[in-house]
């Protein structure tokens, strides 16, 4: 395998808030100490999508793809997304069944954005376990120095397997074993995979081909009697790439019943692959076909990396298109359950939008944001098809950053046809509901094309259009003419077509879109915002903002260009103790005016970024120098693309410190104003009372000392409960209320107290004295 020098996760502090990022277990010691699970970052780094249903067929030749991009852990490595628009990602999740995130570290912890997007297109995710060189040599020689070590490392990894929510592992031992340690590698590797199936169903134990039965580094680049022990005690072989035309056949003679457990390995990147890789890769895949075995396509960041022209957009489609060739068939099929919700977000782009609005419009990338992706065909070179077919990050969102844009020219009364996805989606007696979002320009119109399919009635064609569908009735079973709705000013130009249909007993098998013009001219533009299909078309009712315990921890002030900066968590829980069913949360932020704590300084609030987990970490949010307050909001959506109105979302309040400085000046005051008393204190040596104060004996002065020590202790109150709204163990909001209340008494008693010490100075004056007393109560 290739190997890569650049370090992605300098030194730093786990334990330390910070950005969460994905980062390796780099030594044999840190994961035997668990001290992974006490980082700040672990929380984040936790998978919130389960694995789909993959509803093809088991029994069939399975296509593994092995990540290695950039040596791992790069744009991706930033939980809560980055600012990369161009970032890696992949998006041909249709033709794979698992995906295995690969690094040169000891233990590569897949970053949770790859395993929520493949688990929502129902494809397994597998960590790496890897030793090499001498450290490798030294970590292998002391993991299986026992039976019982053997046992406590494998435990190790399911262990972080189970927690972080990913599918199993890949075990890739590329340095030699002492023969009396091949039993205990043998135990390693079936109490892995033992441990695995009764921890996570489904999930898989794969051995790469390199250590062979007698200890040696020998890469067979097939399935013998060499590497077959290993392959007998887990789920499969993951073969190296330099075999030969008739390996295959023989690896699948060697695996009997379990030939599609042999996974011959292709380097995209060529190095001795057969076939040699890049654009060449389907010749190998050809014969691994014909030979009825399984792939591994390692590094197919290859497109990438070496700049394929003419972007990367063009040629993944263009490489993946290939491997559809060769295979032949779709590995996955959606929709195929209910509810079923793709905005064609690949995770990345120039924008965010929510129900047509856009949120945000700075560069990012998210692969957790991904929602299905359509299996948009690859047209090639040739110029036969008048329209092109694109994700597409530059045209308006309806929903995150990404739509599908059809353009191009149309004959008069022509059509152009392309598929969206091929479904699986057993139709029962409920009726279902069909939502999708459209733009276009002028006359372009665009409808959506559903195939079915019965054993008892055969197949049947539904087109659904608005306009002009005279034309259709002869091509389809049956026209369905949708109700549309136009979207309100802030999402100009979109409209939603809706309509219900009743299939019992069919399959939904095949989603197309439809292009026609119904006049002149013929220049064709149009946007499909998203899709939803659903059995009810009632709005999702979310838990109100009561249901929810909103908490703000690690808060931190600073300073950035002159401007006053927060950080902190923020963590949300529902009040019952019940676990959330909800895969994304989007936050915002009020900064609200020092002057009238009503004023939003922001407008409706400011979008600054999305949840998987429920947290979000919050790093130095500028602060405008006349906030009194922020209000983060956090924003709940359904699985079906719903989301809650901000006015009714869970929220958490933080109390800006300026106040604290206030208070902190006013206790000082206070002390100070305990010891310099008004009026002075006795300094005649011969008097008893030496040392008292002068004014002990007036009315006034007795107020003056009440309202001081009072003055004092609400003032240190007033601090205690501004630090207390910032951590854990106090509500925010509640401890931001207790300290606007105390502090505004506190400035009454300060009043009080300027008043009492100038009337008991100024008594034997007393006009001066009552006059001084009005300008003071005027005045607060």
Known sequence: MSVHSNDPTPPFDPSQPSIPISYPIKTLEELDSRSYFSSFHYPFNRSSVPLRPNSASAQRPKILVCHDMQGGY???KWVQGGDNSGAYAIWHWFLMDVFVYFSHYLVTLPPPCWTNAAHRHGVKVLGTFITEGSDGYAICREMLSTKESAHKYAERLAELAVALGFDGWLLNIEVGIDVKQIPNLKEFISHLTQTMHSSVPASLVIWYDSVTIDGYVSYQNQLNQQNKPFFDICDGIFTNYWWQEDYPEQSAKVAGDRKFDVYMGIDVFGR???????????????????????????????????????????????????????????????????????????????????????????????????TFQPFVEYAGDSTSETIDVLVDFTEASFGGGGNLTFRGTLEANATFSTRLFSGQLLMDSLPVHFTYSVKSEDNSQLGLSLAFSSETEGEKTLLIASRGTNRFSSEFNDVIVPQRHTKPDDAPGWAVEEFTISMNGFTLNEIRAVCYNDQPPFEYLAVLGHIKISTSNTPTVFPPSTSWIVEGQDVEWGDSQGSKTVSLKISWKLKDGKKPPYQTYNIYVEKQSIRAPETKLDGEGEYIGVAHVEALYVSQLAIPSSTSSLKFMIQVCDVGGASQKLEDAPYFQLNVDRYAVVTALIATVAFAAGFTLPGGYKSDQSDQDRGSAILSRESAFGEFVIADSVSMISALLAISFNYLSGRPMVSGARAGTYYKFVTFNLMVLFGLLAEAALYAVLKPALRLAITACIIVFFFF
């Open 272 to 370: 001795g692959t057969y076939g040699g890789g890049g654009w060449d890769t389907n010749v190998a895949l050809d014969v691994i076909v014909k030979s009825d075995v399984s792939a591994a396509l390692f590094a197919p960041g290859w497109v990438y990396e070496t700049n394929q022209p003419p972007d990367f957009q063009t040629a993944q489609n263009r490489w993946w298109g290939l491997v559809e060739q060769s295979m032949g068939n779709v590995v996955q099929k959606y929709p195929s359950e209910l509810p079923f919700y793709s905005n064609f977000d690949q995770g990345r782009g120039y924008h965010i939008s929510v129900d047509g609005v856009q949120v945000s419009s700075t560069q990012w990338n998210n692969i957790s944001s991904q």
């Open 74 to 76: 790069v744009d991706d």
